[in-house]
């Protein structure tokens, strides 16, 4: 299901999709490890990397600087914003996947051909997301609630299956948008009628706010 930014009208990858971030982080995890299993999503570099070190085939310092040379490198090579991931109390972790998503093919060629072994020893996949965990899918839920409340009744609620992009929300499928789209005098009420729960949810997903998720 393909799902739109509720506010930015950006559509975020469908489940089912290949990306060009996809393609591009399996590519650097392929070249660098020979095509062996997926890699681990990985730990935050400010939020308690240390106690990601076990089971890693490290100390958990020693992730920590894998981490840091990646994210470091990532930097250098044409991803600047991109953001440190977050390992969260209960062992999820977050990153930043719009970064990847948002360069182009020859930033993500870079990426690969300077960055892909550096990633591959911090098992680090930026195209990978946890489940949407609780306080964020309870967000999206009174948000949908609102929508449907004023005039949007085939919005529907997300779980923790939904796809979702951190800092962005769930967003909105095809279906669930008016006739008109989101330009449409209906979905602009009810846009500026749920403008609280619409900016609860976003920041229910921003990397410190999945930090948290307890």
Known sequence: MRRQSILTGRVPRPEAAVTAATL?????????????????????????????GGGGGGGGGSRAAELRAATSCIRQHGIPGFQDPVLTPSGQVYS???????????TLSAVQAHCGALMAR????????????????????????????????????PSARTPYTPGHGFGMSAAEVPAGGKLSPGFQEAARACQRQISAEIRASTLSSLANDG
């Open 24 to 52: 591009a982080v399996a590519g650097l995890l392929l070249a660098a490890c020979g095509g062996g299993a997926a890699p681990a999503t990985v730990p935050s570099l400010g939020h308690g990397a240390s106690a990601a």
């Open 96 to 106: 930043d996947q719009r970064s990847f998503q948002d360069a182009s093919p020859a």
């Open 122 to 157: 911090a098992r680090l996949n930026p195209d990978t997301e946890p489940p949407a965990p609780p306080q964020l899918v309870q967000a999206g839920v009174t948000a949908a609630r609102c929508m449907r409340a004023h005039g949007l009744p085939n919005v529907q609620d």
